[in-house]
Every structure is written in C-alpha cells, then in structure tokens.
C-alpha cells in the first residue's frame, strides 16, 4: 500500500476537485438542465454527504487493511465536505432566499429537513475551525477527539435532512442511510491497530476532520 500512496494521494485530490470542476463546466456549458442552480444545490449536498460518508470510512479501511496511511487524507475529506456544504448553504441563503432573514427563519420552523440542515452545518463549523494540529494541542487530544465525535451525528442529521427533502425517490438516501449503518457497524469491533497519539503529530502536520476514533 505503501508504494501506492502518491497515486492515491493524486486521486483523493482528484476526487475532492472532480465536483466542483464538472459542475463549473456544466454551468459553465449550459448542460446542467433547465434550474441550473437547483441542480447545482442539489449536487453540492450529495457531495457533502459523500464525503462525510468517506471521512467515516478511513478508520474501517485502516482496520481492514492495517495500512496507518489511509488517515493522512481524512482532513482533506472533513474539509471538503465542509467546502461543499458551504456551498449548498450559499445557495440557499442567497438564490433561494436572497438572504430574507425572516423568511428564512420562518422556513426553519416552518420545513424541518431546513432544520436539521442548519444543524449539521453549524455542527461542522467547530470540526473544520480546530482541524489543524495546532488546535489539538490547544484542546488536548481528549477534549479535541470528543468534539470531532460530533462527526457522528452529523453524518446521522444529513442523511436526515436528505431523506426529508427528497419528494418522490427515497431510494438515494435510503442508500445512504444504509452506508452510514454499515460503517457504524464496522465500529462495534474496535482492535488496537497502531493507535495514534494526536498530540504527537509533527507540527507542521494537519489534523484529521472527524472521525476521531483513533
């Protein structure tokens, strides 16, 4: 595994790009429909899905394969997750709502995947601001792995917001929903395979965003 880092390494960077670049060049090339937004709102929240769904997948893939090298691209994954969620957010405060804070305040209480929406960005906001390995040493590796637990339940309230948003095919986030089960399960066995001490990363070296299970 080891000898495939740098090619795994180019994919996950790949891999966190390839949405963005696709959707510009959709916009870009008028090929995203006829709400060219909506669809943009809509991918960028699948996309945030996905890769909290692949930031929870790193420790079950270390377990699996006993490689401690698969959590170097765990940071990167947590923040683009919260890249694209910011985006999807954007989007609705500005083109959906043109930033009516009154209007949006009604459609919180009013529609509740908006709700639990808002709830798992805010939850997101702590994860990405102490991601850095400075952060840890300023929390402490105790305090700092019991916020980015917060992780978990985040990853439960997206899947949340997307089944209550979808109208008519449950089936997508139901897919998810089942994904997030599987890796939940993947937890109930926890063997020690090559803990890391957090507070021993080099300086210069990023934390990992969520999945604080090591």
């Not at 740098?6 to 090339?29: D, R």
């Not at 170097?72 to 969620?85: K, S, T, V």
């Not at 709700?115 to 990405?128: D, E, S």
Request: glycine share 8%.
């Amino acid at each position: 595994m080891r000898r495939l880092s740098p090619w795994l390494n180019v994919l996950v960077w790949l891999g966190v790009a390839a949405p963005l670049l696709y959707l510009s060049w959709g916009l870009w090339t008028d090929r995203l429909g006829a709400n060219p937004i909506q669809e943009i709102t809509h991918q960028t929240g699948r996309w945030t899905l996905r890769f909290l769904l692949a930031t929870l997948a790193i420790t079950p893939l270390r377990r699996l394969t006993g490689w401690n090298g698969w959590i170097r691209w765990r940071r990167r994954l947590g923040l683009a997750a919260f890249f694209y969620a910011s985006i999807h957010l954007l989007l609705y405060l500005w083109l959906d709502q043109f930033f009516d804070w009154g209007e949006i305040g009604r459609d919180i209480l009013k529609r509740r995947f908006i709700t639990v929406g808002l709830l798992a960005y805010g939850l997101m906001v702590p994860l990405a601001m102490t991601s850095t390995a400075g952060w840890i040493r300023r929390l402490g590796g105790r305090t700092w792995r019991r916020l980015h637990r917060l992780v978990y339940a985040i990853a439960v309230l997206g899947v949340l917001h997307y089944w209550w948003a979808v109208k008519f095919d449950w089936r997508p986030p139901l897919a998810y929903g089942l994904i997030l089960l599987a890796l939940f399960l993947l937890r109930l066995r926890r063997p020690r395979v090559g803990r890391i001490d957090a507070t021993a990363l080099p300086r210069r070296t990023a934390a990992p965003v969520g999945d604080p299970t090591d």
